[in-house]
């Protein structure tokens, strides 16, 4: 969890740098603060601070709040985001952009594990949007600890996992040798 000011400010900004278009306050909350890397109770009051001094500026539309970064703001991002430890950029960012792709097109992220009588579990993931279902499939697995590994990994990447079973199915292979971590 990052706890500098510095280091959150930075945090703050680097996400509005590469997410590229202003966020509703409500989204960049969201943005900044799903993953945990940073506390609600940190970030309202930097977001603040970053507005009022420049490195991120508030709009009003139809009385929604919208924040977007400033050339200013941007320039610190550029400058300071190696601060920040490249695993914390690159989840980060990640799940924020998916957070945002997910809300544009509605997509809701299902992922439900019920105990069996024999000890197993039988996990359900999935992708719905309005219209279909994109995405759902049912696992039985025999121990708690895959059981875990699979809700932690498909919550962290839903669209890694989508990827690899389409690649699976179409008999296109390479997407696992693309670079992938475990």
């Not at 809701?108 to 359900?124: G, I, P, R």
Request: include cysteine; aromatic fraction near 8%.
């Amino acid at each position: 969890m990052l706890t500098e000011k510095d280091d959150i400010r930075i945090f703050i900004l680097y996400l509005m740098r590469n997410v590229g278009y202003p966020l509703s306050y409500l989204d960049l909350h969201d943005v900044v603060t799903q993953n945990g890397f940073v506390s609600s109770f940190d970030a309202v009051p930097i977001i603040d601070d970053l507005t009022d001094h420049g490195n991120l500026k508030r709009t009003i539309v139809d009385k929604t709040e919208y924040y977007e970064i400033t050339e200013q703001g941007a320039l610190v991002a550029d400058e300071l985001s190696s601060r920040l430890l490249n695993m914390i950029r690159e989840k980060a960012l990640r799940s924020a952009l998916r957070f945002l792709d997910f809300k544009r097109k509605g997509t809701e992220l299902v992922c439900e594990a019920k105990s069996n009588l024999d000890s197993t579990w039988e996990v359900q993931c999935g992708l719905l949007d309005k219209k279909n279902v994109t995405m759902m499939i049912t696992l039985h697995v025999d121990n708690d600890n895959t059981k875990n590994r699979i809700i932690r990994h498909f919550s962290e990447r839903p669209e890694e996992t989508y990827r690899g079973i389409l690649s699976f199915l179409t008999g296109k292979m390479n997407f696992l040798f693309d670079d992938m971590e475990d």
